[in-house]
T-cell receptor, first 116, second 118 residues
Framework: DVKVTQSSRYLVKRTGEKVFLECVQD?????MFWYRQDPGLGLRLIYF???????EKGDIPEGYSVSREKKERFSLILESASTNQTSMYLC???????????????FGAGSRLTVL | AQKITQTQPGMFVQEKEAVTLDCTYD???????LFWYKQPSSGEMIFLIY??????QNATEGRYSLNFQKARKSANLVISASQLGDSAMYFC???????????????FGAGTRLFVKA
Protein backbone atom coordinates (compact mmCIF):
# COMPACT_ATOMS: atom_id res chain seq x y z
CA ASP A 1 0.00 0.00 0.00
CA VAL A 2 3.00 2.26 -0.54
CA LYS A 3 1.95 5.50 -2.21
CA VAL A 4 4.99 7.81 -2.12
CA THR A 5 8.34 6.09 -2.36
CA GLN A 6 11.68 7.75 -1.76
CA SER A 7 14.52 5.78 -3.27
CA SER A 8 17.02 6.07 -0.44
CA ARG A 9 16.29 6.11 3.25
CA TYR A 10 19.85 6.96 4.29
CA LEU A 11 22.67 8.46 2.26
CA VAL A 12 26.17 9.54 3.15
CA LYS A 13 27.96 11.75 0.63
CA ARG A 14 31.11 13.84 0.52
CA THR A 15 31.30 17.58 0.05
CA GLY A 16 31.18 18.47 -3.62
CA GLU A 17 29.46 15.28 -4.75
CA LYS A 18 26.34 15.40 -6.90
CA VAL A 19 23.36 13.89 -5.12
CA PHE A 20 20.09 12.64 -6.58
CA LEU A 21 17.05 12.03 -4.41
CA GLU A 22 14.27 10.23 -6.21
CA CYS A 23 10.59 10.28 -5.37
CA VAL A 24 7.83 8.25 -7.04
CA GLN A 25 4.10 8.38 -6.35
CA ASP A 26 1.44 6.00 -7.60
CA UNK A 27 -1.67 8.10 -6.94
CA UNK A 28 -1.66 10.02 -10.22
CA UNK A 29 -1.19 13.27 -8.31
CA UNK A 30 -0.43 16.41 -10.24
CA UNK A 31 1.44 18.19 -7.44
CA MET A 32 4.74 17.08 -6.00
CA PHE A 33 6.90 18.76 -3.37
CA TRP A 34 10.31 18.54 -1.79
CA TYR A 35 10.76 19.70 1.81
CA ARG A 36 13.72 19.58 4.12
CA GLN A 37 13.19 19.02 7.81
CA ASP A 38 15.55 20.35 10.45
CA PRO A 39 15.12 20.35 14.24
CA GLY A 40 13.53 23.55 15.45
CA LEU A 41 12.76 24.72 11.93
CA GLY A 42 10.04 22.29 10.91
CA LEU A 43 9.59 21.58 7.23
CA ARG A 44 10.74 24.10 4.68
CA LEU A 45 9.69 23.96 1.06
CA ILE A 46 12.53 23.63 -1.43
CA TYR A 47 10.76 23.15 -4.77
CA PHE A 48 7.41 22.03 -6.04
CA UNK A 49 5.84 21.05 -9.32
CA UNK A 50 2.28 21.29 -10.61
CA UNK A 51 2.82 19.32 -13.76
CA UNK A 52 5.31 17.44 -15.85
CA UNK A 53 8.35 19.57 -16.75
CA UNK A 54 7.07 22.38 -14.54
CA UNK A 55 8.83 23.52 -11.39
CA GLU A 56 8.48 26.36 -8.94
CA LYS A 57 10.87 27.60 -6.32
CA GLY A 58 9.85 27.21 -2.72
CA ASP A 59 11.23 29.10 0.22
CA ILE A 60 14.79 27.70 0.20
CA PRO A 61 15.74 26.69 -3.37
CA GLU A 62 19.38 27.77 -3.25
CA GLY A 63 21.77 24.91 -3.83
CA TYR A 64 19.06 22.62 -5.20
CA SER A 65 17.44 21.84 -8.51
CA VAL A 66 14.62 19.49 -9.50
CA SER A 67 13.46 17.45 -12.43
CA ARG A 68 10.04 16.19 -13.34
CA GLU A 69 10.11 14.32 -16.62
CA LYS A 70 7.20 12.02 -15.77
CA LYS A 71 4.08 12.71 -13.74
CA GLU A 72 4.85 10.11 -11.12
CA ARG A 73 8.50 11.02 -10.54
CA PHE A 74 10.06 14.11 -8.95
CA SER A 75 13.80 14.25 -8.40
CA LEU A 76 15.76 16.57 -6.13
CA ILE A 77 19.33 17.29 -7.19
CA LEU A 78 22.16 18.71 -5.15
CA GLU A 79 24.70 19.74 -7.80
CA SER A 80 27.55 20.06 -5.30
CA ALA A 81 26.65 18.86 -1.84
CA SER A 82 27.71 20.91 1.15
CA THR A 83 27.71 20.11 4.85
CA ASN A 84 24.86 22.54 5.50
CA GLN A 85 22.67 20.38 3.31
CA THR A 86 22.84 17.57 5.83
CA SER A 87 19.18 17.09 6.63
CA MET A 88 16.06 14.95 6.34
CA TYR A 89 14.41 15.37 2.95
CA LEU A 90 10.71 14.67 2.58
CA CYS A 91 8.87 14.24 -0.68
CA UNK A 92 5.10 14.76 -0.82
CA UNK A 93 2.36 14.75 -3.42
CA UNK A 94 -1.22 15.94 -3.71
CA UNK A 95 -3.91 16.26 -6.32
CA UNK A 96 -4.38 19.57 -8.08
CA UNK A 97 -7.28 21.80 -7.21
CA UNK A 98 -8.17 25.38 -7.82
CA UNK A 99 -8.67 26.49 -4.24
CA UNK A 100 -7.23 26.01 -0.82
CA UNK A 101 -9.49 23.20 0.28
CA UNK A 102 -8.62 20.05 2.15
CA UNK A 103 -5.75 19.23 -0.15
CA UNK A 104 -3.88 16.73 2.02
CA UNK A 105 -0.23 16.03 1.38
CA UNK A 106 0.86 12.40 1.19
CA PHE A 107 4.46 12.01 2.29
CA GLY A 108 7.21 9.52 1.65
CA ALA A 109 9.21 8.04 4.49
CA GLY A 110 12.02 10.55 4.08
CA SER A 111 15.66 10.46 3.02
CA ARG A 112 18.23 11.30 5.63
CA LEU A 113 21.27 12.79 3.93
CA THR A 114 24.60 13.28 5.66
CA VAL A 115 27.25 15.31 3.85
CA LEU A 116 30.77 14.86 5.22
CA ALA B 1 3.92 36.80 4.62
CA GLN B 2 2.40 33.55 5.78
CA LYS B 3 3.74 32.07 8.98
CA ILE B 4 3.00 29.20 11.35
CA THR B 5 4.18 29.29 14.97
CA GLN B 6 4.32 26.37 17.37
CA THR B 7 5.73 27.60 20.66
CA GLN B 8 5.96 24.28 22.50
CA PRO B 9 9.09 22.34 21.52
CA GLY B 10 8.06 19.49 23.79
CA MET B 11 5.04 18.43 25.82
CA PHE B 12 4.41 15.69 28.35
CA VAL B 13 1.01 14.17 29.04
CA GLN B 14 -0.14 11.31 31.23
CA GLU B 15 -1.73 8.40 29.44
CA LYS B 16 -5.54 8.72 29.18
CA GLU B 17 -5.46 12.47 29.77
CA ALA B 18 -6.19 15.16 27.20
CA VAL B 19 -3.51 17.45 25.79
CA THR B 20 -3.58 20.63 23.73
CA LEU B 21 -0.87 21.46 21.22
CA ASP B 22 -0.71 25.13 20.33
CA CYS B 23 -0.56 26.61 16.86
CA THR B 24 -0.90 30.20 15.73
CA TYR B 25 -0.76 31.39 12.17
CA ASP B 26 -0.45 34.60 10.25
CA UNK B 27 -1.85 35.33 6.82
CA UNK B 28 -3.49 38.22 5.05
CA UNK B 29 -5.52 35.94 2.80
CA UNK B 30 -9.16 35.39 3.77
CA UNK B 31 -9.20 31.85 2.42
CA UNK B 32 -6.82 29.19 3.73
CA UNK B 33 -6.71 25.69 5.13
CA LEU B 34 -5.19 24.47 8.37
CA PHE B 35 -3.81 20.98 8.91
CA TRP B 36 -2.22 18.88 11.60
CA TYR B 37 0.21 16.08 10.78
CA LYS B 38 1.78 13.48 13.04
CA GLN B 39 5.31 12.17 12.55
CA PRO B 40 6.14 9.03 14.54
CA SER B 41 9.72 7.95 15.07
CA SER B 42 9.50 5.97 11.83
CA GLY B 43 9.58 9.31 10.01
CA GLU B 44 6.52 9.17 7.80
CA MET B 45 4.13 12.13 8.12
CA ILE B 46 0.52 11.19 8.77
CA PHE B 47 -2.41 13.55 8.15
CA LEU B 48 -4.64 13.96 11.19
CA ILE B 49 -7.19 16.73 10.73
CA TYR B 50 -8.17 19.67 8.51
CA UNK B 51 -10.00 22.97 9.13
CA UNK B 52 -11.05 25.37 6.41
CA UNK B 53 -10.98 29.08 7.13
CA UNK B 54 -14.70 29.39 6.39
CA UNK B 55 -15.75 26.35 8.37
CA UNK B 56 -18.08 27.32 11.19
CA GLN B 57 -17.66 24.17 13.22
CA ASN B 58 -14.44 22.96 14.76
CA ALA B 59 -13.13 19.89 12.96
CA THR B 60 -13.09 16.55 14.77
CA GLU B 61 -11.61 13.20 13.77
CA GLY B 62 -11.96 10.53 16.41
CA ARG B 63 -9.81 11.54 19.39
CA TYR B 64 -8.50 14.59 17.55
CA SER B 65 -10.22 17.95 17.47
CA LEU B 66 -9.08 21.28 16.20
CA ASN B 67 -9.89 24.29 18.36
CA PHE B 68 -10.20 26.96 15.67
CA GLN B 69 -10.29 30.57 16.88
CA LYS B 70 -10.21 32.65 13.75
CA ALA B 71 -10.04 36.08 15.38
CA ARG B 72 -7.04 35.00 17.41
CA LYS B 73 -5.53 33.13 14.42
CA SER B 74 -5.07 29.99 16.41
CA ALA B 75 -5.66 26.36 15.46
CA ASN B 76 -4.81 24.24 18.47
CA LEU B 77 -4.92 20.47 18.30
CA VAL B 78 -6.64 18.68 21.16
CA ILE B 79 -5.95 14.99 21.67
CA SER B 80 -8.34 13.34 24.07
CA ALA B 81 -7.60 10.17 26.07
CA SER B 82 -3.90 10.11 25.14
CA GLN B 83 -2.35 6.78 24.27
CA LEU B 84 1.27 5.67 24.33
CA GLY B 85 1.16 5.50 20.55
CA ASP B 86 0.46 9.22 20.40
CA SER B 87 4.09 9.92 21.30
CA ALA B 88 5.41 11.64 18.18
CA MET B 89 6.18 14.97 16.56
CA TYR B 90 3.16 17.01 15.62
CA PHE B 91 3.21 19.65 12.94
CA CYS B 92 0.70 22.40 12.28
CA UNK B 93 0.47 23.49 8.65
CA UNK B 94 -1.36 26.06 6.57
CA UNK B 95 -2.21 25.94 2.88
CA UNK B 96 -2.87 29.19 1.12
CA UNK B 97 -2.20 31.20 -2.02
CA UNK B 98 1.37 31.51 -3.20
CA UNK B 99 1.74 35.05 -4.52
CA UNK B 100 4.81 34.18 -6.55
CA UNK B 101 3.27 31.38 -8.58
CA UNK B 102 -0.47 32.02 -8.44
CA UNK B 103 -0.95 28.53 -7.06
CA UNK B 104 -1.08 27.21 -3.52
CA UNK B 105 1.54 26.02 -1.13
CA UNK B 106 1.64 24.48 2.32
CA UNK B 107 3.91 25.80 5.05
CA PHE B 108 4.69 24.11 8.35
CA GLY B 109 5.48 25.09 11.90
CA ALA B 110 8.56 23.94 13.79
CA GLY B 111 6.67 21.10 15.43
CA THR B 112 5.92 19.92 18.96
CA ARG B 113 7.26 16.67 20.31
CA LEU B 114 4.66 14.95 22.47
CA PHE B 115 5.65 12.42 25.10
CA VAL B 116 2.90 10.25 26.58
CA LYS B 117 3.77 8.81 29.99
CA ALA B 118 2.43 5.46 31.17
Amino acid sequence: DVKVTQSSRYLVKRTGEKVFLECVQDMDHENMFWYRQDPGLGLRLIYFSYDVKMKEKGDIPEGYSVSREKKERFSLILESASTNQTSMYLCASSYWDRDDGANVLTFGAGSRLTVL
Amino acid sequence: AQKITQTQPGMFVQEKEAVTLDCTYDTSDPSYGLFWYKQPSSGEMIFLIYQGSYDQQNATEGRYSLNFQKARKSANLVISASQLGDSAMYFCAMRGPDRNTGGFKTIFGAGTRLFVKA
